[in-house]
T-cell receptor
């Protein structure tokens, strides 16, 4: 089976712009979660989707949003980018929604200038 | 709330020596615990998972971890380090039944393996 794929792998944006990141889960997986990784804050949970519904949300401002499509693919959007949004954004997929193992993609590295 | 503490942000061992990476957790419900490894410029790779079936969990690449409820610990070990083990290691805990699959991570331990 193919693993979790994320596009694009690298992205450079300027402050105030918006960005959309994409994640394709492992075939058959219906839950997708997003995490932000920075040197200062470490790995932080953004949100989790299951069957197109947001099931859980981390402590991030409303500029961070996401969605999941009927084929389980997910996108996350960050509007009005700030310098502090520079990070590695990781997507993880799992079969179901409760205490399942999460498998991570390679991440999208976002640099905000 | 669940939390994980990893003691030692950097650990250095000689090739062939024992690897011990420490993780302590805090949880109000029986936890599911994980160890992940991250190589430079890559995502996280699952090493092993504790789900209450057995206290000693064997993972990939010769790693294992032992769940000790009395010590609230889940330390990761490997008998003999290899140069290819150099990476960052993260311990994580799930939020419990109402929290879905959300993982709460420790701050990570960078493992250096020296000749």
């Amino acid at each position: 089976k193919a693993g979790v794929t994320q596009t694009p792998r690298y992205l450079i944006k300027t402050r105030g712009q918006q960005v959309t990141l994409s994640c394709s889960p492992i075939s058959g997986h219906r839950s997708v979660s997003w995490y932000q990784q920075t040197p200062g804050q470490g790995l932080q949970f953004l949100f989790e989707y299951f069957s197109e519904t947001q099931r859980n949300k981390g402590n991030f401002p409303g500029r961070f949003s996401g969605r999941q499509f009927s084929n389980s693919r997910s996108e996350m959007n960050v509007s009005t980018l700030e310098l502090g949004d520079s990070a590695l954004y990781l997507c993880a997929s799992s079969l179901a929604v409760t205490q399942e193992t999460q498998y991570f993609g390679p991440g999208t590295r976002l640099l905000v200038l | 709330a669940q939390s994980v503490t990893q003691l030692g942000s950097h650990v250095s061992v000689s090739e062939g020596a024992l690897v011990l990476l420490r993780c302590n957790y805090s949880s109000s419900v029986p936890p599911y615990l994980f160890w992940y490894v991250q190589y430079p410029n890559q995502g996280l790779q699952l090493l092993l998972k504790y789900t209450s079936a057995a206290t000693l969990v064997k993972g990939i690449n010769g790693f294992e971890a032992e769940f000790k409820k009395s010590e609230t610990s889940f330390h990761l070990t490997k008998p003999s380090a290899h140069m290819s083990d150099a990476a960052e290691y993260f311990c994580a805990v799930t939020s419990g039944r109402g929290g879905g699959n959300k993982l709460t991570f420790g701050t990570g331990t960078q493992l250096k393996v020296e000749l």
